[in-house]
């Protein structure tokens, strides 16, 4: 019976609630909401595309547990941040402190050399920008075309949107650092991607090529040139060629859509290959890689004209199946951080 006791006692449970267990219940009916959106996404979906499953009871809990991590991610980047403030006040801090105790003489002498150090690392980025807007000016004239087709929107989760962006960041990013830069464009991009890509500092200023319309307009007159990688070609890539325009599907779709990227060319009527991954190594499971993997294979292929070495650079050590001599071979890369990559995205 719901008496006047009982409404007190839940209203002071709701009131008294941890702030971390009001996030969850939060955080819980985003991810309804979430799951809705992919059954109505789904249901939207156009007549040529046959539509997907629904999202089954472990794809729900995998939906969950995503949306649980990016909770706790955000929690952490804002305590990093909070961090890393103060830290540059204690440094702050520190650096009076050491000029306090210093004489007239010695506190200017001090200071002129902290600035010439300042004055060189700004010298030598101008210089590391500079060489880098070269090479991406140089690749946009004459570099091997790569597509990133972003027409798959309407298909994704916002919380998949918003990987697939990231994605977009690390290919700009490693095509920036790369000695042999492709000439990297993005089309079909348009509503919440258009968005996202615009909130990201210094997007306007990128040096690559982006048209809002699908690529299949836009190259038009080279259609027959068009070729679409695809996990789902039988036609295997032994070398890349100038003359090409290699596309990469723009998708996060947790593989929700299989095929979807080779039914797509087949429509089309344009050609369609795979990278000769099987040639080289064991997958441990799928051979679907990330946008930005499959960026930087190409990129590093550009380099040494070697598949082999270009795949044991890029994909991860948990995707191969390998010996155990092979791995004591291999060297462990190091990651950038996401703030790095974001800043010399920035620095065009």
Known sequence: MFTLSNLITSTSALIYKP?????????????TTTADHHVATQSATTDHLSPPQPLSKNAQKKLLKQQ???AKKAEKKAAMKEEKKRQGERKRKEWEEKLSNLSEEERLKTIETRKGMRRERM???N???????????EAKKSGQKVVLDLQFSELMAPNE???LVKQIMYCYSVNGRSVVPCHLWLT???GEIESQLQKMPGFDKWIIDK???PYINTFESQKENLVYLTADSENMLSELDLNKIYIIGGLVDRNRWKGITMKKAVDQGIQTAKLPIGNYLKMSGSQVLTV?????????FLETKDWKESFFHVIPQRKRCETEEQVAQEEEGDEESEQGLKRQCIET
């Open 19 to 31: 702030n971390h267990q009001v996030k969850l219940a939060k955080m819980d009916a985003t991810i």
């Open 68 to 70: 649980r991590f990016e």
């Open 123 to 125: 010298e030598q980025r």
């Open 127 to 137: 210089e590391e920008r500079e060489s880098k807007t070269l090479r991406l000016s």
């Open 161 to 163: 949107i918003h990987s």
């Open 188 to 190: 079909g991009y348009a």
């Open 211 to 213: 048209d809002t319309g």
């Open 292 to 300: 930005n993997q499959v960026i930087e294979i190409l990129l590093k």
